[in-house]
């Protein structure tokens, strides 16, 4: 097998324009916004073909010094996102070149091209290139074997796992394709392999063509930053993130970086770049959108929901709802929810969010330039059990409005109790709590505090109370969401409890993982 010298990484990246030309008429023909760009395939050769280009002009005399400068060429003629991803990848691989470029070292470089091209990202998506390049990050992960059987797993853990992409991104099942840019990826490596082990390697996958897209939807904004402070890219992608989706800044390692965003204010996009460094090399193309499902043709229409806790956003996914789960505390960007209603197959989108905040950071999406090719729809919610008690109702058979009013008014009928232990000492309407004390809400109203310690005796206790006056105005189903800090004895415990003294009401428990409350219930 061949080693990892300067005159391999040239045929390498030669290897990849070749691959990269025959796959493109195939490729741009794949236009499922977001998770491509509107010419997926020119857009990752015209990266190769500039880093290629800059590569033969400076004939390096190391592989280390090759790879350093391709990574250069790559992020500077780096086009669309998916060629700011790949150009992300090779500096990946760049950054971890030192020393012998044998099989560990392409194992660890894969793994840190991972995180450089998925840290690029402000908001990765399941189903993309960027799933596949970690699902050969983890295959890879630790291999001590020669260069050729490592670059050999990564191409077919690869091509893999392109397979997967149409079940973990619902716009791509709906065209009916594979991820373009994932696809590119399975190229780029097939060609490393080549080169490592003079076998000539190709993955076949076919690639059906969707319906032709008939409208600009956004734009696609892109150009090189100089002269920016390092500290100062949170803010730039902060604002990127609030004109639109797909944001990546992505550097080269020596000061330069390539900005991507879509978006509906060209404008603003450039301004904001203004207003940190000197940008330079301004690409402005058309986003373009496929022509909406006609009614009966497919998926039209899906229900998506915005949530804090991780166990709950894991029940969700359960039951194949795209979610955004947001920190505890925090509410979402703008490119975070326009991010998940574009993850949303269909025109019409329903969002269920599980608290006030999401329900306004919700709203904003809706409202946005980059949602108005959408039908989108916020049920109201002020806790997650009424995300719930919503999707119980859900039927995709329905009507689209009589489902949408049907998960409302589940909703809006559930009533809200929850445990609390307090932080510090407050007065509240049923007397004074103290630190620790357990506090016990109906609907936001607090009704009765329990004095500490919050043992899992405690919790029950109050937790009885609490849903007793709940089923006092009648109820068929309780709903209990344990919290992060809930012991773990207590779920099972309060659903002995409520048989007892609640034999006609049905209850379904889930570990919520929400840190604000220990439990939340829900009665409808």
């Known amino acids: 097998m061949r080693v ?8 390498w990246a030669a290897g990849c324009v070749r691959s990269l030309a025959s796959l493109r008429p195939a490729i741009d023909g794949i236009n499922v916004y977001p998770v491509a760009d509107s010419d997926t395939g020119s857009n990752m050769l015209f990266t190769m073909t500039g880093a290629a280009a800059e590569l033969d002009v400076a004939a390096p005399e190391t592989a280390a010094d090759a790879l350093r400068v391709l990574a250069r060429g790559a992020v500077a003629s780096a086009k669309g996102n998916s060629g700011v991803i790949l150009s992300q990848v090779v500096r990946g691989l760049a950054d971890r070149a030192e020393g ?27 189903g993309t290139i960027l799933t596949v390049l970690h699902a050969v990050a983890l295959a890879v992960r630790g291999d001590t074997r020669q260069l050729g059987e490592v670059a050999r797993t990564a ?14 991104l619902p716009a791509l099942a709906k065209a009916g394709v594979v991820d373009a840019g994932a696809r590119g990826l399975v190229a780029v490596l097939d060609a490393l392999v080549g080169v ?22 956004a734009w696609e904004v892109m150009y090189l930053l100089d002269g920016v402070d390092e500290a100062s890219l949170p803010i730039l992608r902060k604002e990127l993130g609030g004109l639109g989706d797909s944001v990546t800044v992505a550097g080269d390692g020596s000061g330069s970086h390539a900005v991507h965003v879509h978006c509906a204010d060209i404008g603003a996009a450039i301004e904001a770049g203004l207003t940190l460094g000197r940008p330079r090399r301004i690409r402005v193309e058309p986003l373009l959108t496929p022509t909406p499902i006609e009614p009966g043709g497919g998926i039209d229409r899906t229900v998506v929901a915005v949530v804090h806790g991780g166990g709950l956003a894991e029940v969700l996914r359960a039951e194949s709802i795209p979610v955004l789960e947001v920190p505890e505390g925090t509410t979402p960007s703008v490119e975070d929810m326009i991010g998940l209603l574009n993850e949303a197959a269909g025109r019409h989108v329903t969002v269920l969010p599980g608290g006030v905040a999401l329900t306004a950071a919700a709203d904003t999406a809706a409202g946005h330039a980059m949602a108005a090719d959408r039908d989108v729809v916020v049920i109201p919610c002020t806790s997650p059990v009424q995300v719930l008690a919503a999707l119980a109702v859900h039927d995709a058979g329905r009507r689209t409005n009589d489902d949408v009013v049907a998960m409302a008014e589940a909703a809006a009928a559930t009533r809200r109790g929850e445990l609390r232990i307090a932080q510090e000492e407050s007065l509240t309407w049923v ?3 103290q630190s620790g004390d ?12 329990e004095a500490a310690p919050a043992s899992e005796t405690n919790l029950v206790a109050a937790a009885m109370k609490v849903l007793n006056r709940m089923l006092a105005l009648g109820g068929e189903l309780v709903t209990v969401l344990s919290g992060a800090a809930a012991p773990p004895g207590v779920a099972e415990e309060l659903a002995e409890q409520l048989r007892v003294e609640h034999p006609e009401v049905e209850l379904a428990g889930y570990a919520g993982g929400q840190a604000d409350a220990v439990l939340l219930m829900g009665v409808e």
């Open 4 to 11: 990892l010298d300067a005159a391999a990484v040239s045929a």
């Open 100 to 126: 012998e470029l044998d099989g560990p070292w392409l194992a660890a470089a894969l793994g840190h091209a991972d995180e450089v091209a998925t840290g690029a990202v402000s908001r990765p998506v399941a």
């Open 155 to 168: 191409a077919k853990e690869a091509a893999h796992a392109l397979e997967k992409t149409p079940l973990q």
């Open 196 to 217: 490592l082990t003079g076998t000539a390697v190709e993955q076949d996958h076919a690639l059906e063509v969707p319906v032709v897209a008939e409208e600009v939807y």
């Open 431 to 433: 007397g004074r709590a």
């Open 438 to 449: 357990v506090v016990g809400l109906v609907d936001d109203e607090v009704v009765l505090i």
